[in-house]
């Protein structure tokens, strides 16, 4: 889901129900797409001097805020900037970060550099919610109960005839709502649903790319990315070139494309070289890597392209991406996301070139050598590893060293596992957390081993004060698949140990280890009114528990929460997440909103539920975008992106 609330120029709210500004009389803004928490890094990608056609000023990203009521934004030519979104801290997980109302603060705690910025943008590869619910079976007590009566035995035949019959119908319908945000939801959602083969499909999310609403538009082009029909590839680049033909798919004839929308479409197509491969004559390739080294007065429209090498993960853009990572005169953010790009094609080709880069005097490049080289060193490759290893401990920026860290979680070999361990019990706070978090990739990664890791790692934990320390080795312990530690970190839920955040975390955590003796201290968790992360946490832990409860404790929270739109979103898009089809007719009803009485932004959030509740694929495809990500190199653009489920 696109977000509406949107931090200018210094500050990003990039959490799954975004703070609410207090723009336009207070108006609640809308939701948003989960991804890092508030950022108040160093920002790239502005308006470098001015944009075609002039009309878009810095730091807008060529969006235009509604006004109060809900209704459609008119067209505006010079739209205004959107106001900068509360930030405070992290979300503690695909997550909420912040409070409903309130004023920005005059200073943002800068905390970029904390775990749980990792832990956010990477989490879904380990949750796996989805598809660790529809494999197992589930038991039923005398109701058709979660996702076993629907998914056992025929499953798949039961799920196909609801998505037809009830959530695609709902989210064409929602297409035409009168709320833009509920459009930008249903158009991500009906791209995440839809079978690529199916014209109409195709046709309805082309049509919006003409939208009123240019977060609608831009959300129609990652739709088609997502959709993944190559028949629209065509369409995309022209709208990413500002062509003629792609003004006039965007409704703009003879006025130029707004650049984010050029930078979105230029990621669609990359999503859907990922899904789709191209074949041999198709140069979309090359195009991606002429795009990305033609210096533009927006790094959106160089970094979207080299965003988009890396989900395509094409063998052939390597040549292109190592002489872009090692050209100094090249943008630094261009640059490093190149580097990443390397990594997660499985260049080892460009090992070198990277190890060289762990040198490089710009932080974002450096950091993004450590990211590929997790990605790309075997076990034996001694000199690497020690380097990564030497870096973890003296790299100049805390950045760096805790992206090597990461690493040499990835990696596995005894040597790294060794500097982790020295780490957690004798380093520094990010030295600490982000040991633990690398000790449970390993785990995660590696069985050999995965018994002494979780060993420390609970020890450390009885031994913390530290709840931020705490709630990364509680995740640590899960990853490893711990299960000698699911009493202790029982406990401290039951006992109400620590502040939200570790809650969360040891909701989540025992949810990965399967601890259903936990389920009635998570189910009252859920249930509470507050922190709305929490919440969130709660319901996905009641789904990795296979709680047939779930649902109704969703569906009251839903009807009791009609006063806080934070936690309205937080209990509608859980119910989404969680998968159980007794969740659709819950959804349709919201999203069709037959009586005239649901609130806009609750159909918003409907939309969101329904895309994942439909999803084609098991893990959200966007999340490609986020994982292994350099979330530090952000441009205003891909900030957005990564906020987007």
């Known amino acids: 889901m696109r977000s509406t609330v949107f931090a200018t120029a210094t500050i990003f709210a990039l959490a799954l129900i975004a703070d609410v500004a207090l723009a336009h009389g207070g108006t609640y803004q809308g939701p948003s797409g989960g991804g890092t928490p508030g950022y108040s890094g160093p920002i790239g990608g502005g308006t470098i001097g001015p944009q075609p056609g002039g009309t878009t000023p810095p730091g807008t990203g060529g969006a235009t805020p509604p006004p109060a009521g809900g209704a459609t934004p008119p067209p505006s030519s010079a739209p205004t900037p959107r106001p900068a979104a509360r930030n405070t801290g992290p979300a503690g997980g695909r997550g909420f970060g912040g409070a409903t109302g309130g004023r920005a603060k005059a200073k943002v705690e800068d905390r970029t550099t904390d775990w749980d910025w990792w832990w956010d943008l990477n989490e879904e590869r380990f949750l796996l919610l989805k598809n660790k619910v529809r494999s197992q079976e589930a038991s039923s007590d005398n109701k058709d109960t979660f996702l076993g009566g629907a998914l056992g035995g025929g499953a798949s035949k039961v799920t196909s005839t609801q998505i037809r019959k009830d959530i695609l119908p709902s989210l064409r319908l929602a297409l035409k709502d009168t709320y833009y945000d509920a459009r930008a939801g249903a158009v991500i959602a009906l791209g995440k649903v839809g079978d690529k083969n199916m014209p109409e499909t195709l046709s309805d999310l082309r049509a919006m790319l003409a939208d009123s609403n240019k977060i609608v538009q831009e959300s129609a082009c990652l739709a088609l ?89 094409s063998q052939d853009s390597v040549p292109a991406l190592i002489a872009m990572y090692k050209d100094e005169d090249l943008d630094k953010w261009v640059r490093a996301h190149a580097g990443v790009a390397l990594g997660k094609i499985g260049a080892k080709a460009a090992i070198p070139e990277l190890v060289k880069g762990l040198d490089d005097k710009e932080g974002f490049v450096a950091n993004s050598a450590a990211i590929a080289l997790g990605l790309l060193t ?100 899960a990853l490893c698949e711990y299960e000698p530690a699911r009493a202790t970190l029982a406990e401290d839920l039951v006992k109400g140990q620590g502040n939200q955040d570790l809650k969360g975390h040891l909701c989540t955590a025992l949810g990965l280890l399967n601890y259903a003796d936990s389920i009635p201290a998570i189910q009252e968790l859920a249930r509470q009114k507050g922190d709305q992360d929490l919440r969130k946490r709660a319901s996905i832990a009641l789904g990795l528990l296979k709680d047939p409860d779930a649902v109704d404790v969703l569906e009251k929270v839903i009807r009791e929460s009609s006063a806080s739109k934070a936690i309205l979103g937080a209990a509608t898009v859980a119910l989404g997440y969680i998968g159980d089809r007794r969740a659709v007719p819950i959804l349709v009803s919201m999203v069709e909103n037959k009586q005239g009485e649901v609130q806009d932004v609750s159909r918003a959030f409907a939309t969101v539920a329904l895309g994942f509740l439909g999803d084609k694929d098991d893990i959200p495809f966007l999340s490609k975008i986020q994982e292994n990500s350099n979330y530090l190199a952000q441009t205003e653009a891909l900030a957005e992106l990564l906020t987007i489920l």
């Open 225 to 313: 990315g997502v959709l993944g029909n190559k028949e629209s590839l065509k369409d995309l680049l022209d709208i990413a070139k500002n062509t003629r033909d792609g003004q006039k798919l965007a409704g703009k004839e003879g006025a130029d494309v707004p650049t984010r929308m050029r930078t979105f479409a230029s990621v669609a197509i990359g999503l859907i070289g990922g899904r789709e491969g191209f074949g041999a004559g198709e140069n979309y390739v090359k195009e991606l890597v002429t795009m990305a080294t033609t210096k533009s007065p927006n790094q959106d429209l160089q970094v979207g392209p080299a965003i988009a090498l890396q989900v395509a993960k």
């Open 378 to 477: 075997d076990p034996s490759d001694r000199e690497t590893i020690n380097k990564l290893i030497r870096y973890a401990k003296s790299a100049p920026e805390r950045s760096t060293r805790n992206f090597c860290i990461i690493a040499l979680g990835e990696i596995g070999d005894a040597k790294g596992k060794a500097l982790l361990l020295e780490s957690l019990s004798k380093g520094q706070m990010h030295d600490r957390t982000f040991a633990a978090l690398a000790l449970g990739i390993m785990g995660n990664k590696f069985e050999e081993g995965r018994s002494e890791s979780g060993q420390m790692l609970l020890e450390t934990y009885k031994g913390m004060k530290s709840d931020q320390e705490k709630s990364a080795v509680a995740i640590g312990l």
